[in-house]
């Protein structure tokens, strides 16, 4: 982790000084280096939801390192996206952005191959964009990104896209008996998909519910117990799988609830669950 810290500081350090035309023109890399990037980027798709953070940042920050020092290709493309991911994840907006649009510009220069650009347009679109450019800008991309994913059998990042499409539409005021019926066709989807992505149902149970307990009647309606999930049972469940992406998810929606019934000090308890884990990069719409 602190070997993690290190590099991090130190291609910040690199890439503020370089300009954005610079990164994006950067030479082609040659083939013999680009079997060596091919192979460090295979790390990069290792999902964090499963635990693995260190590991895909690393893999990132070496990609990205491998082009400044070797030369770029398509996959780094994603990696200026997954870059700009982790910069909103430590703290650095500014960066999220910038690279965000990086990213769109190597989208460009490159021939990119569909699955490498549905994974790029839901990291941009899902992390990146939003923190200068009006959220509801980025709700069709990611729906395109959701539906090329699913045309090439890439599950995850179609998951991914859609995860970020549906919390977006949510946050961008549209009605939410709308939201809701949207992410309860999704939820509803999912249980006839293979059973190894129910973890994609479990990053949207929380929101489902949170969504139904805004439009109510429900009986404790800062508690997420209702027709989408039971809240202790989701707990229970949590420590069967160990699963961390569902209970983030959770966390991230009781807050709304606590402040919009009028539970603050529970709504202060969610701010400092929330301010707790590094992983958790929308948290501004909330805090």
Sequence with gaps: SLRCVVKLAKLQKRLENMSDDELVNLPIISDAQLKTLELVSVFCTI????????????????????????????????????????????????????FGNIAMRMLQRFNVPPHLKAHTLAVVHGACLHWKEPLSDSIRPLMNAYEEGMILGDCKFSFIAAFNYLLSIWCSGINLIQVEEDMRTFCKGLDDMIKNQCAFKQLMLPFWQMTLNFIGPCR????????????????????????????????????????????????????????????????????
């Excluded at 999902?47 to 780094?76: Q, Y």
């Excluded at 027709?227 to 799988?241: G, I, P, T």
């Excluded at 209970?247 to 609830?257: E, F, T, Y």
């Design 47 to 98: 999902s964090p939801l499963a635990g693995n953070e260190l590991v895909s940042l690393m893999s990132i920050l070496r990609v990205v390192e491998m082009s400044l020092n070797n030369g770029v290709a398509p996959l780094t493309t994603h990696a200026y996206a997954s870059y700009g991911m982790a910069q909103a994840m430590v703290g650095r907006p500014n960066d999220a952005f910038r």
């Design 220 to 287: 404790i309606p800062h508690i997420l117990t209702g027709e989408a999930m039971q809240e202790d049972s989701f707990f229970r469940d949590f420590k069967n799988s160990r699963f961390i992406g569902g209970v983030l998810s959770l966390k991230q929606a009781r807050l709304p609830l606590a402040f919009h019934f009028g539970q603050l000090n529970f709504a202060i308890k969610c701010i400092n669950d929330l301010q707790k884990d590094f992983r958790l990069i929308i948290n501004h719409f909330y805090s």
